[in-house]
């Protein structure tokens, strides 16, 4: 007995007789009669009462019907689930990021990719870089948003995604608030505070990379502290920071952000999507895809 055994069985029950059921199934009549005879020999009951007017159903035939129903639903079920996974509508995605992407672009196409595909279930982690590429390596992963281009995750395949503006952090009384935006030279000096946490190590290589000179080295002081409080400490006059520009929109911690400018004008940090080659969940191809910069 196979599923297309109580297919038949569940039609001839629905129509009333063999014919009409292997009308509706597109086969021949004695097709169903003999299919039905073959699973009521195996099972040594009778399930049709047979006669001139149809088929109908013995008692045992009831039962049967009822279990062989929900058989066949849930193995319809199963076969459009196993479909909409392959099309990638149905499924899990597991998404690493840092916590400074909290906010901005990344939970604006989060948003947007919840209410394409509700069938797909997000799981969200939030750590440091080395951590994410090393979950993408092993398949914890599906994809990791990190700063950067398309060459940081050198082993990984890449998709560059959006920019922000760099921005820095400043205590609303502080001399510079007043600018618009701010050129880098008009940093040189400063206090710099910044995270141990991603992207802290990126925006100390963008410190050194602008401020930095053979006698003339930027003060950077690193500390094992929250965005936020980084923010706060900016708040009480003990430094100033760089920020993503998503940064502007936490409110109520006393600081002002500018952007900084250099002579092309706004410095501009990019964000890519890092995966493993050999990654073939379909979930993942529809979020890089709802992620992907149009036009």
């Not at 062989?68 to 196993?82: K, N, P």
Request: proline share 5%; net charge neutral.
């Amino acid at each position: 007995m196979d599923l297309r055994h109580l297919r038949y069985i569940v039609a001839s029950a629905r129509n009333g007789s063999f014919s009409a059921a292997a009308q509706e199934l597109n086969v021949r009549q004695p097709i169903v009669s003999r299919r039905i005879k073959e699973v009521e020999d195996e099972l040594e009951v009778s399930l049709f009462d047979r006669s001139k007017a149809g088929a109908r159903l013995t008692p045992t035939g009831e039962a049967f019907v009822i279990s062989a129903r929900r058989i066949l639903c849930d193995v319809d079920r199963l076969a459009e689930q196993a479909k909409a996974r392959g099309a990638g509508i149905l499924g899990r995605v597991v998404v690493g990021f840092y916590k400074s992407l909290s906010s901005g672009q990344f939970r604006a196409g989060l948003r947007d990719f919840r209410q394409r595909y509700p069938g797909i279930e997000v799981e969200l982690i939030e750590s440091p870089f080395v951590e994410l590429k090393a979950g993408v390596l092993a398949g914890a992963i599906d994809t990791a948003i990190v700063l950067g281009d398309a060459g940081t995750c050198d082993v990984l395949s890449a998709l560059e995604l959006w920019s922000e503006r760099l921005v820095v952090a400043l205590p609303q009384d502080h001399p510079l608030a007043d600018r618009a935006f701010i050129y880098w030279p008009e940093l040189k000096g400063k206090r710099f505070l910044l995270s141990h946490h991603d992207p802290g190590p990126d925006m100390r290589n963008i410190l050194l990379r602008h401020l930095a000179a053979p006698s003339d080295q930027p003060e950077i002081v690193t500390r094992h502290l929250s965005r936020e409080s980084i923010l706060s400490e900016v708040a009480e006059g003990q430094g100033i920071t760089l920020q993503c520009e998503s940064a502007e929109g936490l409110a109520g911690l006393g600081v002002i952000f500018r952007p900084v400018h250099d002579g092309s004008g706004a410095t501009r940090l990019g964000y890519v999507a890092c995966w493993r080659p050999d990654n073939i969940n379909p979930a993942l191809e529809s979020f890089l895809d709802v992620l992907k910069p149009r036009g």
